[in-house]
């Protein structure tokens, strides 16, 4: 079971777990040993409430396929145990994330003061850029 909040849990069911080959630098153990885990929820048939699935479906993240499903690879650590955990970590961080609300933007204008400084300090940069050139008898 993977506790989102106090009312919303994700059954294990629901989520796919499968073991792989880690890529990278490791040795020969790399080869032998399938440490890395491989996570797939499919968002669609999940039991989460309609407010997340939305969200979910919604959410620019690249973790996110057409289809609907969360796909996370968890290979940073040595053990399975730990990649597991890991990627458990992060649909749980993914669905979290979801769930706040941004703030929306208000478009401000600069200050009249730091408008003029901008411009001051265009201007020392253009003289002292301008000493650079060739000097001229």
Do not use: C, W
């Not at 699935?53 to 620019?60: G, I, P």
């Not at 057409?66 to 458990?88: C, H, S």
């Not at 204008?109 to 003289?127: F, M, N, V, Y």
């Amino acid at each position: 079971m993977l506790y989102i909040s106090h009312n919303v849990t994700i059954p294990e069911a629901e989520i796919e777990l499968n073991a792989i080959r880690a890529q990278g630098s490791g040795g020969q153990n790399v080869n032998k040993v399938a440490s890395a885990v491989h996570l797939r929820f499919d968002i669609r048939a999940s039991s989460l409430p309609a407010f997340y699935k939305e969200r979910l479906l919604a959410a620019n993240d690249q973790r996110v396929t057409k289809d609907g499903v969360v796909i996370i690879k968890a290979q940073e650590y040595r053990t399975q145990e730990k990649n597991r955990e890991a990627a458990l970590a992060r649909l749980h961080e993914l669905i979290k994330s979801v769930t706040q609300v941004q703030k929306t933007r208000r478009a401000t204008k600069p200050t009249k003061g730091s408008q003029e400084r901008r411009l001051e300090g265009k201007a020392i940069k253009g003289k002292t850029k301008s000493l650079r050139g060739k000097v001229e008898y």
